[in-house]
C-alpha cells in the first residue's frame, strides 16, 4: 500500500520538474492527469451555460486548463500543489516567445500519417528542419515548429492528412517526461538540445484557413469586423471548448442579425477547430433556436 501510495507522489514530483524545466525555457505549461487532459477541473462545471465570452481564467481561480499556463515558477509549483494526481504536463501552443505549432503524427489510423507528411512536403516543395520531436506511448511522434509572432495557427484534426493532427493557438502538447496510462512521453534521441524550428512557409500556408470567396458588399464575411470576430473566436478554441465557443458565437450573430449569413462561415471555422460539419451544423441550429425562442424581456 505504501508503495501503491508513493509511486504519484513521484511521478508528480518529476512532472514538476520537468514542467519548471520546460518553464526555462520560455514554453508555458500545466499540469495534466493520467488521461492526458488538465488535472484541474473547471470551477465553472454544472453552472449554467454563460451569457458572455467562457471564463479564461478573469474569475482567479484555477482550472482553466491551457489559459492557466505559465512560464512563472511559483505560479507552476502552484499549479501541481492545486493537482497532486498529475503525472504530466502540457506546453501551450501559439504563445510567446516561441508560438509553438504541434504538428502530430498519428499511429492510431490504419493510415501511415508520417508517409502523408512526406508526400505533402513532395507535393509542396517543403523540408521539415531538424527540431525537437517527442516519442508518444502509441509510437507517434510530435514534432515542434514555431510560427510567426502575428499568425494565429488553428487546431485541427485530420484537416492537414488522415492521421496528422495541428496544435495551434489555444491548444497544448504533452511534455516529454509526462507520464500517462500509455507509457512515458519522451524526447528522440538526438533532438533534446534542439530549439523548435521554424514552420516552413509552404506547411505554414497549409496550416492557416484558406480565405474565404468575395461576396458581394464591403466584406468577404457576413457582419463585417463584427462577424471576424466571431469566426475568430470559434478558431481559436482548443479540445473542450470546441462547442462552447461555436454555441456562443452562434448566439450573438442571430441576436445581431448575421446568423445565416455567418453560418457556413462559422461551420467552416468549428470544421478547422476538429468538428465535424454535422456537429458543428447541429449546435448553430441550437443556438439559432434558443436565440430566435427567446421570450422578450
Known amino acids: 500500500m505504501a508503495t501503491t501510495d508513493r509511486y504519484p507522489r513521484q511521478a508528480t514530483t518529476l512532472a514538476l520538474a520537468h514542467a519548471l524545466s520546460a518553464a526555462e525555457r520560455g514554453l508555458a505549461v500545466i499540469p495534466l492527469s493520467r488521461t492526458k487532459l488538465p ?4 470551477p465553472h462545471r454544472g453552472a449554467p451555460e454563460p451569457t458572455g465570452p467562457p471564463c479564461h481564467g478573469e474569475c482567479g481561480r484555477l482550472g482553466h486548463g491551457v ?3 505559465s512560464t512563472d515558477p511559483a505560479r507552476i509549483r502552484e499549479l501541481f500543489a492545486a493537482a497532486p494526481w498529475a503525472t504530466g ?7 510567446s516567445p516561441h508560438h509553438l505549432i504541434g504538428v502530430d503524427l498519428d499511429t ?5 500519417s508520417t508517409a502523408a507528411l512526406r508526400e505533402l ?3 509542396h516543395l517543403f523540408t521539415i528542419p531538424p527540431t525537437i520531436v517527442v516519442l508518444t506511448p502509441s509510437g507517434g511522434r510530435h514534432l515542434w515548429l514555431t510560427g510567426p509572432p502575428d499568425v494565429v495557427v488553428p487546431n485541427s484534426a485530420g484537416r492537414l492528412a488522415p492521421g496528422i493532427d495541428i496544435r495551434g493557438a489555444g491548444g497544448y502538447l504533452v511534455g516529454p517526461g509526462s507520464r500517462t496510462a500509455h507509457g512515458v512521453y519522451a524526447t528522440a534521441p538526438g533532438t533534446a538540445h534542439l530549439a ?3 514552420c516552413p512557409r509552404s506547411l505554414l500556408r497549409l496550416l492557416l484557413p484558406p480565405p474565404r470567396p468575395s461576396r458581394p458588399g464591403p466584406g468577404s464575411t457576413a457582419g463585417g469586423a463584427h462577424g471576424r470576430g466571431l469566426v475568430q473566436f470559434v478558431l481559436a478554441a482548443h479540445e473542450g471548448q470546441r462547442n462552447t465557443r461555436l454555441f456562443w458565437a452562434a448566439c450573438r450573430a442571430y441576436e445581431d442579425g448575421i446568423g445565416p449569413e455567418l453560418t457556413e462561415d462559422l461551420v467552416d471555422a468549428a470544421v478547422r477547430t476538429g468538428l465535424t460539419a ?4 447541429g449546435t448553430i441550429t441550437s443556438a439559432a433556436r434558443m436565440t430566435t425562442h427567446r421570450p422578450d424581456p
Not at 504536463?89 to 504563445?95: K, M, Q, R, S
Not at 454535422?278 to 451544423?281: G, K, L, T, V, W
Open 39 to 42: 488535472a484541474l477541473r473547471s
Open 67 to 69: 489559459y492557466d499556463a
Open 89 to 95: 504536463y502540457g506546453i501551450a501552443c501559439g504563445l
Open 108 to 112: 492510431k489510423s490504419d493510415t501511415d
Open 121 to 123: 512536403a513532395l507535393r
Open 196 to 198: 523548435p524550428a521554424p
Open 278 to 281: 454535422r456537429e458543428a451544423r
